[in-house]
């Protein structure tokens, strides 16, 4: 379904990241990985993603960085001839009460989680635009949508995804280009296991399916959006929650 296509998954190389690209390898895409480091989990992934025939790089680059972002696109451009796909997934946290929210703990979660998404997003554009086709999908959270103690930079950074979202939406539907986002509940990755098993078990009373989600299920619903099938499908915000905000 995706062959001949290259995706750029920001932040694939664990978690959400990695199943949305390891999904997409699966339906014939060749991959760029943009995280912060070369790792392990950044490896295993690549590996997962050559062993089932497709073509997989790493590209190490913080994208709040918007130098580096452009080097990391070009040369991504240059090794892959191009790219279709664009999955602006990496994200960090630093939750806290604002009240004690410092300076740093707030301008690192927007530099990350929003600018960074529009620096890659930005990066990325021309080349959508040449090719009169793309695909953009933006991982924001419920929590931008409905809002979260202890999260305000966090629930910030996600519903500024979201008025990202609608705005690139419109400003390029015309050249065959689609931008949509996901809006997840709760995921178990490493950043959900970070929290406090006292939040984690109060989250769970809220979310009627009763069960926390799977990266792969977010995987799949971003598979769907990147498809030929779902064309007429721009600027939407599409929640895969268990029910945790309806
Ligand atoms: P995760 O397991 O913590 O993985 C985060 C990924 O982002 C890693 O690949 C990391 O790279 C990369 N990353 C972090 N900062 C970066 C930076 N400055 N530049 C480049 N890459 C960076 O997170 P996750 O749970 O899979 O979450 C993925 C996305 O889904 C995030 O945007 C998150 O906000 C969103 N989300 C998650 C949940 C959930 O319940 N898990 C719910 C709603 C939304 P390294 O490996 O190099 O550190």
Known sequence: MLNDNTAVVT??????????????????????????????????????????????????????????????VSQIITDFGGIDILINNAGITKDKLLMQMNEEDISDVIDVNLKGSMYVTKACLRNFVRKRHGRIVNISSVVG????????????????????????AREYASKGITCNAIAPGFICTDMTDKMPKEAIDAMLDNIPCKRYGKPEEVAHLAAFLVSDEASYITGEVIKIDGGMYI
Do not use: H
């Open 11 to 72: 932040g694939g190389s664990r978690g959400i990241g990695r199943a949305i690209a390891v999904k997409l390898a699966g339906l014939g895409a060749d991959i760029a990985i943009i995280a912060t480091r070369d790792s392990d989990r950044a490896q295993d992934t690549i590996k997962t993603i050559e062993d089932m025939g497709r073509k997989a790089r790493l590209y190490v680059c913080d994208i709040s960085d918007i130098e580096a972002v452009n080097n990391a």
């Open 145 to 168: 949508l409905m809002g979260n103690a202890g999260q305000v930079n966090y629930s910030a950074s996600k519903a500024g995804i979201i008025g990202f979202t609608k705005s690139v």
